[in-house]
């Protein structure tokens, strides 16, 4: 089993759509959890961190289920910029090897 | 602002020659790391390091050297090419473990 596990997509959604992605981690000794957006052919960027209380950041919205060891990261009213890769990272912390990467999510967006 | 850079951008390479990738970050960060990706394998760990005079194997090193001299630069080295090393190699910082890591814009690398 993946350390990190995503659905690769693609998740084709229309400007507008809400489009929710999951992410399990098969480590429950994780403390750390990210998105980072990656565009295509570029670096992978920080979206955001995801607390425990869950968090919002303008459209999107991370949640953490400790119990079930999942991360999701919902996207509201889409835009056609948000068209890219979503990556779900893990850490334990205290432990620098473990930054562990998600395969990714990948979005398209269309008129 | 330059953050993390990396050198070279690109580089193509024939079996069995070596080469070094540089990077270089100016945010003061203690931890510094390397990172192949590779369509559907997502990014692995090479190598990594916890401050200057540290290394650590992450979780694909073989084939890999690295060394961190200086605080901010983390030298990835190919002692000898094989095509399997054909990726495209991201370093990153962070100030500590837990914390946002900052990538570099990566080396698109091809070994013939």
């Known amino acids: 089993r993946k350390e990190v596990e995503q659905d690769p997509g693609p998740f084709n959604v229309p400007e507008g759509a809400t489009v929710a992605f999951n992410c399990t981690y098969s480590?429950?000794?994780?403390?750390?959890f990210f998105w980072y957006r990656q565009d295509c052919r570029k670096e992978p960027k920080l979206l955001m961190s995801?607390?425990?209380s869950g968090n919002e950041d303008g459209r999107f919205t991370a949640q953490l289920n400790r119990a079930s060891q999942y991360i999701s990261l919902l996207i509201r009213d889409s835009k056609l910029s948000d068209s890219a890769t979503y990556l779900c990272?893990?850490?334990?912390?205290?432990?620098?090897?473990?930054?562990?990467f998600g395969t990714g999510t990948r979005l398209q967006v269309t008129l | 602002n330059a953050g993390v850079t990396q050198t070279p951008k690109f580089r193509v390479l024939k079996t069995g020659q070596s080469m070094t990738l540089l990077c270089a970050q100016d945010?003061?960060?203690?931890?510094m790391y390397w990172y192949r990706q590779d369509p559907g394998m997502g990014l692995r760990l090479i190598h990594y390091?916890?401050?200057?005079?540290?290394?650590a194997k992450g979780e694909v090193p073989d084939g890999y050297n690295v060394s961190r001299l200086k605080k901010q630069n983390f030298l990835l080295g190919l002692e000898s090419a094989a095509p399997s090393q054909t990726s495209v190699y991201f370093c990153?910082?962070?100030?500590?473990?837990?914390?946002?890591?900052?990538f570099g814009q990566g080396t698109r690398l091809t070994v013939v």
């Open positions: 990153a910082s962070s100030y500590q473990v837990g914390t946002e890591a900052f």
């Open positions: 480590n429950s000794a994780s403390q750390s």
């Open positions: 995801v607390y425990s």
């Open positions: 990272v893990v850490s334990l912390t205290g432990t620098a090897s473990k930054l562990t």
């Open positions: 945010m003061n960060h203690e931890y």
């Open positions: 390091s916890v401050g200057e005079g540290t290394t």
